[in-house]
């Protein structure tokens, strides 16, 4: 926390704030453009839209730091009905400025990626897109550096269909740290 005096009286302000504090109703960027948000948080961003195995399009972007060295890699999975716009978007800018190269995709009619809305056929399909793109991210990093995934709600399944696959597409090397956020909930 850093302590600053307003006013006569101690404010207390956390040193490293979430970008999310800088929203408002219409954009995760406040006020701000997109180019100035990231420049304000030292971070770059690139997105790209990739083409499946089966021609769909998959929106998929990633942040990287500019003024810190590159100390890991996060790749980033959404729930249902989620997408890597407005919180995870943030949040990866938060880590990234914090020296990881994060990425992060919308899966099959989710986000920005085309597909029925909501729909997903067949999870199979989701993970190999997941695995694809987390692989072309990675290897464009030394893989010496740890790599973790992280994932939300529905997304923590996908994390562990992603970790535990062993037919047709597997990750080109483990992830380190697998980190499940709220995921979906089994009973036998």
Known sequence: MELEIVGGKEKHEPKHKHPIAEV?????????TPEQFYARHLVSHSSEYITSKQGLKFFTQWWTPNQTPIKGVLCVVHGYTGESSWFVQLTSIHIAK????????????????????AHLP????????CILFFNKFRVGYALNLPAFLYAESLGGAIALLITFHRDGVVSVKPFDIVVLNGAVWYKR
């Open 24 to 32: 408002n109703e219409t954009s995760p960027f406040g006020s701000l």
């Open 98 to 117: 914090h020296g990881f190269a994060v990425c992060a995709l919308d899966h099959m009619g989710h986000g920005l990626s085309k597909g029925l809305v």
């Open 122 to 129: 067949d999870i199979n399909l989701v993970v190999d897109e």
